[in-house]
């Protein structure tokens, strides 16, 4: 289908703190589905996981011998 599937192709990357922290924070903020879990969430948490699924994408696609995740570049 085409759908983004590693932070790369959404434009972002795992070593840009700034930028998932800001994705974290809007990801939990008060009234987000997030707090439906039965535990705690926590900015922290979401970005920890986004870097962590990030490098496990990857490792799938390398081991399925899939091509490497293409940057998003905006088309205007």
């Given at each position: 289908?085409?759908?983004?599937?590693?932070?790369?192709?959404?434009?972002?990357?795992?070593?840009?703190?700034?930028?998932?922290?800001?994705?974290?924070?809007?990801a939990t903020?008060?009234?987000e589905t997030?707090?439906?879990?039965?535990?705690?969430?926590?900015?922290?948490?979401?970005?920890?996981?986004?870097?962590?699924?990030?490098?496990?994408?990857?490792?799938?696609?390398?081991?399925?011998?899939?091509?490497?995740?293409?940057?998003?570049?905006?088309?205007?």
């Amino acid at each position: 289908m085409g759908l983004p599937n590693t932070l790369t192709e959404v434009g972002l990357r795992a070593d840009d703190s700034d930028s998932l922290k800001k994705v974290a924070d809007a990801a939990t903020v008060e009234g987000e589905t997030i707090h439906s879990m039965p535990f705690d969430v926590g900015s922290e948490d979401v970005a920890s996981a986004l870097v962590s699924i990030e490098r496990f994408a990857v490792q799938v696609r390398e081991d399925a011998k899939l091509p490497a995740p293409v940057p998003y570049t905006p088309h205007h």
